[in-house]
């Protein structure tokens, strides 16, 4: 049997009202030599039988007789894949037709490329809106914003078979950040990359994964930063990544100006050694500078909103290297405002 030179590698549960037109958006690729390989992690429904009633001599379905979990399933297809790039998709997201076209090409063309996804529209509700991820990448910007937060979407994800790290394709110790775990550590063998134009519609509904394991998502995606951020010698990683996750990540509002200062120093220190120890050209450079700040603008934002911060504190610790994050002066005064209501408000309660 001939080897294809892409292994599609999915885990399945329960999604036989979807996993359908996943399916359908691969037989209809411009790219035709793949492989799919999906996992039935014991669903309760009609998966199984829906996969089994594809006719496509590609399908490849295991049928697992355990509960394993999305994980471990993904890795027993990652296992038995025998493609030169493996592609990542879960079972409820579509994948445009030249997804596999454009990625192949760029693989072949950019051998220092290890891990390459692309943008990603958002698919809610029968609407399609564009992502709110950075519309405008190169190489080390993607490899920057891994430091911070994950700028890519497993389901665009490929990656070299032969450049995945020993042991297993992703780790399930790091549940729902699985991937963000995979991207870092790939990081550190070759490049990652993303082309910016959409190549996959990312499904968003309430059984989604982001929208149902938010705290064990928090907790994981904070040991891959505190891995990595060891790695780098941080004195304190732990509480790094945590700064990092709660703030820029997942959004919560700072809860004093302290904390303010202290995460806005802290990704001064991330950035600038990131700076120093690769050749970055300008365009990446601005683009860094550009995006980060971006970032630390919505920080700010969203603790005047919540009131936690005035913005006379906010003015007084801001880094040179953010400033206030490209913040318009009525952005600012019109969060100001926002925050000093809901203070209004709970001391109402409180009274």
């Known amino acids: 049997m001939n080897q294809p030179v892409v292994s599609v590698v999915m885990a399945a549960y329960n999604g036989a009202d979807l996993i359908g037109e996943t399916l359908d958006s691969l037989w209809a690729q411009s790219f035709a030599d793949f492989e799919v390989i999906v996992v039935d992690d014991c669903s309760t429904d009609d998966t199984l ?10 399908l490849r379905i295991i049928a697992a007789k355990h509960n394993a979990g999305p994980v471990r399933s993904r890795n027993r297809a990652f296992a038995k894949a025998r493609g030169r790039y493996v592609a990542g998709l879960d079972q409820d997201d579509i994948c445009l037709p030249e997804r596999f076209a454009r990625q192949v090409a760029y693989l072949d063309a950019h051998l220092d490329i290890v891990l390459l996804g692309t943008a990603a529209a958002i698919l809610e509700d029968g609407t399609v809106t564009s992502s709110i991820k950075s519309p405008v990448t190169t190489p080390r910007l993607v490899e920057w914003l891994l430091h911070i937060e994950n700028p890519l979407v497993w389901s665009t994800v490929m990656v070299r078979r032969n450049a995945v790290p020993a042991g297993d394709f992703t780790r399930p110790d790091f549940l729902y950040a699985e ?47 505190e891995e990595s951020y060891a790695a780098a010698g941080a004195q304190n990683p732990y509480a790094d990544a945590r700064l990092i ?13 302290m904390t303010l200062e202290r995460l806005g120093e802290l990704i001064g220190e991330l950035q600038a050694d990131f700076l120093a120890s690769r050749a970055v050209d300008e365009e990446s450079l601005a683009m860094i500078r550009w995006e980060t700040a971006l970032r630390w603008g919505k920080v700010v934002r969203t603790a005047l909103k919540a009131g936690t911060i005035g913005l006379a504190a906010a003015m007084a610790v801001r880094p040179d290297h953010l400033g206030m994050g490209y913040s318009s002066v009525d952005e600012l005064l019109t969060a100001t405002m926002v925050g000093g209501a809901r203070n209004a408000i709970r001391r109402n309660r409180a009274a």
């Open 49 to 58: 039988d829906v996969l089994r009633a594809c006719p496509d001599p590609r």
């Open 179 to 225: 991937d963000f775990d995979l991207y870092n550590r790939m990081a550190r063998i070759g490049g990652i990359a993303r082309l910016d134009d959409p190549s996959l519609l990312y499904r968003k509904h309430e059984r989604g994964a982001s929208k149902r394991y938010v705290d064990t998502m928090q907790a994981s995606a904070t040991r891959v930063l």
């Open 245 to 257: 996750v709660d703030h820029l990540m997942r959004g919560t509002p700072v809860p004093d100006r």
